[in-house]
């Protein structure tokens, strides 16, 4: 059984940053190991997205439209990955889910097994 857990969401004016966060819990803290994690963004009226992957050597990847500003890094020992958002624009409003378990680094949602509820990001300009 694995639950994932999103925190740091909120409501930021442009230019802000914020520092999402979800902590995994699970029956065994090997459970992730050797696979990537992921974190995905629905904007409103969207498809979720993609949008930053880790995998269990800390390699990553980003999608075009975020890099630069947004870094994914996670740390084993807490079973917790995170998400820096930086200088956050209007359109990274939108819930923000983290997922687990893909077997590749990857920013397609159809590779993962696991996913959270989502924490709200709401960005004012």
């Known amino acids: 059984q694995v639950q994932l857990v999103e925190s740091g969401g909120g409501s930021v004016q442009a230019g802000g940053s914020l520092r999402l966060s979800c902590t995994s819990c699970t029956a065994s803290r090997a459970t992730h190991s050797g696979t990537s994690m992921g974190w995905f963004h629905r904007g409103p009226g969207k498809e979720r997205e993609g949008v930053a992957s880790i995998d269990d050597d800390h390699r990553t990847t980003y999608a075009a439209s975020v890099k630069g500003r947004f870094t994914v890094s996670k740390d084993n020992a807490r079973n917790t990955l995170y998400l820096q958002i930086n200088n956050l624009k209007p359109e990274d409003t939108g819930m923000y889910y983290c997922?687990?378990?893909?077997?590749?680094?990857?920013?397609?949602?159809?590779?993962?097994?696991?996913w959270g509820q989502g924490t709200q990001v709401t960005v004012s300009s």
């Open positions: 997922a687990a378990e893909a077997q590749v680094l990857s920013l397609d949602q159809r590779d993962y097994h696991y």
